[in-house]
C-alpha cells in the first residue's frame, strides 16, 4: 500500500499532517528489544499516550551498568525535568576543566549544571517509569527476528534463546550499539560509525568534571565524577585509533591527574556515531519495523553524547505511533536533530584535527576560553550539546572578535574574565 499524507498549516503556522482513516496503520502488540534510555523512553511516552496497545520490552539485563559517562547535559534535564528532579542518587556538577594537547588549561564554572547518572540508576529509573505507563518487561535475550506476514505495518516473531517465541505487529530495535538484530534492515556500521571507548569506575569522590584532548588524536579523555565513584574513560574513532593507542593515553591521563585505576572495575563498548557517508543510505524505518538510539547510530559525532538522542529518537517513534503514522519518523528525527547531526559528521575530522590561529583547534579555543568569557560560553555550548554545527565555524569567528574585544578590555585594567579563569600553575598544584 502507497501511503499518502497531506500537509495542512495550522492557525500558527506550523506544518501538520492529517492522513485519512485508511492510511493509518493500525497496530496492537509493539516489542521493544532493549530496555535503555531509547527503548524505555519509547515505551513509556506510547502508553502515555496510547492505552489501545501492547507493548513488551525485552531485555537481557535490567538494571546494569552500561558502559558510559552518564553526563546528562542541560538540554536533557530541561527536555525531561523528572531527571533533575528524582530523588535516584546522581551528581549535579557546574566545575570542569578542558585541558589541551600541551596541557593548557580551562577551568570554570558552567552557567547550566550538568547531570550525572551511574547508568544503573538511570537505566532503572526510566524503566520503572515504562512500566508504570503498563510496559510489560521480558527479562530475556531476543535472538533473532523473523518476518511472518508482508502486510503493511508487518508481522513479526521475535525468538529467545530457551525457545520463548512473540508474536507482535511492530518491532523497534533499541539494542545499544553492539546489536546484530538490524543486519537484516539497514546497512551495518562500519569502522568509520563507531567510537573505540575504553575506561574505568574509579573508586572515590570529586567535584570537577575534566576533559583532556590529545594533539593529532579524534577524541578524548574524561573524569566524569559520579556520586560514590568516577567513570574515567576515553573514546575515538574506531577507524584511526586503536585500543593500545586509547589504553596509553588514558593510563598517562590518569597518572597526571591522580586517577587510581589499580582496584578499579574496566569497562569498554563501542559507540556507534554515523559518519557522513553513512547518513546519506541510513534507513531508521521500513514497514513493520524502526530503529532508536544506539541501535541507529543516533549519537553525537563530536561529542560522543547520546542519552539524549536514545531518548528523543523514542520519544519521536512514540509520537509517530500514536498518530497512527509510523512511517513519518524518520522525518521526524531529521527535522528534530538528525541534520545537526549529520552536520556535525562534517565537522568532526576538522575539529579534532584542524588548526585554528597555528594551533589545533580545540588548543586554541582552551587557551581563549581561558582568557575569555566568550569562548567559555562556547565550550559551554558544546557541553550542553546546543551548539549549531552549521553555524559553529561562523560563531567561531564571531566569538573570536568579541574574545579580542573583551582581551582588550583586560589589557586596560577594567573588570574583566581573568579574574575567574584561573591560570595554569594554580590548576596543577591542585
Ligand atoms: C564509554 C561510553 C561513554 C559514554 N558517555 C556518555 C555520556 O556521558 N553522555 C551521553 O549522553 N552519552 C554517553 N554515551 C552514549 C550512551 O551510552 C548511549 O548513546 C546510550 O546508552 C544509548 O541508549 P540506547 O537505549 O540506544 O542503548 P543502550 O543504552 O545500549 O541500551 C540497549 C539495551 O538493550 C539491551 N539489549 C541488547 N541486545 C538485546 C537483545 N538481543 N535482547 C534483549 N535486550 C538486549 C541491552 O542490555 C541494553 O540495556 C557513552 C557511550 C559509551 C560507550
Known amino acids: 500500500m502507497k501511503?499518502?499524507?497531506?500537509?495542512?498549516?495550522?492557525?500558527?503556522?506550523?506544518?501538520?499532517?492529517?492522513?485519512?482513516?485508511s492510511e493509518v496503520v493500525h497496530l496492537k502488540t509493539i516489542a521493544i528489544v532493549g530496555g535503555g534510555p531509547a527503548g524505555a523512553t519509547a515505551?513509556?511516552?506510547?502508553?502515555?499516550?496510547?492505552?489501545?496497545?501492547?507493548v513488551l520490552v525485552f531485555e537481557e539485563r535490567p538494571y546494569w551498568e552500561k558502559p558510559c559517562g552518564?553526563?546528562?547535559?542541560?538540554?536533557?534535564?530541561?527536555?525531561?525535568?523528572?531527571?533533575?528532579?528524582?530523588?535516584?542518587?546522581?551528581?549535579?556538577?557546574?566545575d570542569c576543566e578542558f585541558v589541551?594537547?600541551?596541557?593548557?588549561?580551562?577551568?570554570?564554572?558552567?552557567?547550566?549544571?550538568?547531570?550525572?547518572?551511574?547508568?544503573?540508576?538511570?537505566?532503572?529509573?526510566?524503566?520503572d517509569r515504562a512500566r508504570q505507563a503498563g510496559a510489560e518487561l521480558v527479562v530475556d535475550r531476543v535472538v533473532d527476528l523473523h518476518r511472518t506476514s508482508e502486510r503493511p505495518?508487518?508481522?513479526?516473531?521475535?525468538?529467545?534463546?530457551?525457545?520463548?517465541?512473540?508474536?507482535?505487529?511492530?518491532?523497534v530495535i533499541a539494542a545499544g550499539g553492539r546489536t546484530t538484530l538490524r543486519r537484516q534492515l539497514a546497512p551495518q556500521f562500519t569502522p568509520d560509525d563507531l567510537l573505540l571507548t575504553f575506561g574505568y569506575y574509579v573508586p572515590g569522590s570529586a567535584d570537577l568534571l575534566r576533559v583532556q584532548f590529545f594533539d593529532g588524536f579524534e577524541g578524548y579523555a574524561w573524569?566524569?565524577?559520579?556520586?560514590?565513584?568516577?567513570?574515567?574513560?576515553?573514546?575515538?574513532?574506531?577507524?584511526?585509533?586503536?585500543?593500545?593507542?586509547?589504553?596509553?593515553?588514558?593510563?598517562?591521563?590518569?597518572?597526571?591527574?591522580g586517577y587510581d585505576g589499580k582496584e578499579a572495575p574496566i569497562f569498554s563498548h563501542v559507540l556507534p556515531v554515523l559518519s557522513r557517508h553513512s547518513w546519506k543510505q541510513m534507513k531508521l524505518a521500513g514497514p513493520g519495523w524502526s530503529l532508536i538510539g544506539d541501535a541507529a547510530g543516533l549519537a553525537?559525532?563530536?561529542?560522543?553524547?547520546?542519552?539524549?538522542?536514545?531518548m528523543r529518537s523514542g520519544e519521536l517513534l512514540a509520537e509517530a505511533l500514536a498518530e497512527g503514522a509510523p512511517y513519518t519518523y524518520p522525518r521526524r528525527v531529521w527535522s528534530d536533530f538528525g541534520s545537526r547531526l549529520a552536520f556535525g559528521a562534517l565537522l568532526t575530522h576538522r575539529f579534532y584535527l584542524g588548526n585554528f590561529l597555528?594551533?589545533?583547534?580545540?588548543?586554541?579555543?582552551?587557551?581563549?576560553?581561558?582568557?575569555?568569557?566568550?569562548?567559555?560560553?562556547?565550550?559551554?555550548?558544546?557541553?550542553?550539546?546546543?551548539?549549531?554545527?552549521?553555524?559553529?565555524?561562523?560563531?567561531?569567528?564571531?566569538?573570536?572578535?568579541r574574545a579580542l574585544g573583551e582581551m582588550a578590555l583586560n589589557s586596560f585594567g577594567g573588570p574583566g574574565p581573568l579574574g575567574t579563569a584561573r591560570t595554569d600553575s594554580s590548576l596543577r598544584s591542585e
Open 3 to 21: 501511503l499518502r499524507e497531506r500537509a495542512i498549516l495550522t492557525e500558527h503556522g506550523q506544518r501538520r499532517v492529517i492522513l485519512s482513516s
Open 43 to 54: 515505551a513509556e511516552r506510547l502508553l502515555r499516550s496510547r492505552t489501545d496497545v501492547r
Open 70 to 94: 552518564g553526563g546528562l547535559p542541560y538540554k536533557v534535564l530541561e527536555r525531561y525535568p523528572f531527571l533533575l528532579e528524582a530523588a535516584e542518587p546522581h551528581f549535579l556538577t557546574r
Open 100 to 127: 589541551a594537547g600541551n596541557g593548557d588549561a580551562a577551568r570554570f564554572t558552567m552557567r547550566r549544571p550538568l547531570a550525572i547518572y551511574s547508568r544503573r540508576v538511570l537505566n532503572g529509573l526510566l524503566l
Open 153 to 171: 505495518g508487518g508481522e513479526w516473531e521475535l525468538r529467545t534463546p530457551q525457545g520463548g517465541r512473540f508474536a507482535c505487529d511492530l518491532v
Open 223 to 257: 573524569a566524569f565524577p559520579r556520586p560514590d565513584h568516577l567513570s574515567v574513560g576515553i573514546a575515538a574513532n574506531a577507524r584511526r585509533s586503536s585500543m593500545a593507542d586509547l589504553k596509553q593515553r588514558l593510563h598517562s591521563f590518569m597518572e597526571q591527574y
Open 300 to 310: 553525537d559525532p563530536i561529542t560522543g553524547e547520546g542519552i539524549y538522542f536514545a
Open 358 to 401: 597555528g594551533e589545533p583547534c580545540t588548543t586554541r579555543m582552551i587557551q581563549l576560553a581561558r582568557r575569555t568569557t566568550a569562548f567559555r560560553h562556547l565550550l559551554q555550548d558544546l557541553i550542553d550539546g546546543v551548539v549549531s554545527y552549521r553555524t559553529l565555524a561562523p560563531r567561531v569567528c564571531w566569538t573570536f572578535v
